[in-house]
């Protein structure tokens, strides 16, 4: 089915390990985004991407790095992970244009950060 | 000052009320309007769309953005249980700066049967 979908759904690592969280979309959008949602912080910004090859910092990329070599695909990658980052991740998309300012969320990647 | 504020709730009526959920927000740059509804442990989901200022209707549910007073609102009509969720609000549109999301923290419903 059309759509973006994540993985995994939900995630237990340690302080210290690296984790990647995969993002997948099927509508060929230009534009991919990754929020971290949080009690008393909402939705805050980690990255962006404009297109393939192209990605830049949101509002919160400390510790976070990104890599997007297909249209399709906007993998999240925790370098070395810390309980700070304890949090539920959502990519999304929009296609481009000023037509296309809506932004469609995957189902979200619960992470525990022990 | 936060750029979008929105009450968090919770906001609990009985099943067939008409529910208004509000945001304010205070960059008048701001051209696209949106309404999310978020199920517990769910991604938002899109609900409403609008440009600029208006009225827009899509069955029981009702979207205004007022711009000159920076204010947009979420009309629920005979509302179900099934409406409980957290509604999110969040604008776009900044000149220069398209990709730029803004969201309110998000208003808890509960309806009740």
């Known amino acids: 089915d059309a759509g973006i979908t994540q993985s995994p759904r939900y995630k237990i690592t340690e302080t210290g390990r690296q984790v990647t969280l995969m993002c997948h979309q099927t509508?060929?959008?230009?534009?991919m985004f990754w929020y971290r949602q949080d009690l008393g912080h909402g939705l805050r910004l980690i990255y962006y991407?404009?297109?393939?090859?192209?990605?830049d910092k949101g509002e919160v990329p400390d510790g976070y790095v990104v890599s997007r070599s297909k249209t399709e695909n906007f993998p999240l990658t925790l370098e070395s992970a810390t309980r700070s980052q304890t949090s539920v991740y959502f990519c999304?998309?929009?296609?481009?244009?000023?037509?296309?300012?809506?932004?469609?969320f995957g189902s979200g990647t619960q992470l525990s950060v022990l | 000052q936060k750029e979008v504020e929105q009450d968090p709730g919770p906001l609990s009526v009985p099943e067939g009320a008409i529910v208004s959920l509000n945001c304010t927000y205070s960059?008048?740059?701001?051209?696209?309007f949106m309404w999310y509804r978020q199920y517990s442990r769910k991604g938002p989901e899109l609900l409403m769309y609008?440009?600029?200022?208006g009225n827009k209707e899509d069955g029981r549910f009702t979207a205004q953005v007022d711009k000159s007073s920076k204010y947009i609102s979420l009309f629920i009509r005979d509302s179900q249980p099934s409406d409980s969720a957290t509604y999110l609000c969040a604008m776009s549109g900044e000149r220069d700066n398209f990709n730029k999301f803004y969201f309110g923290s998000g208003t808890k419903l509960n309806v009740k049967p």
């Open positions: 609008t440009y600029s200022s």
């Open positions: 960059n008048s740059a701001f051209q696209y």
């Open positions: 509508w060929s959008h230009s534009y």
């Open positions: 999304a998309s929009k296609g481009q244009g000023a037509a296309n300012e809506k932004l469609f």
């Open positions: 991407s404009a297109a393939a090859d192209i990605t």
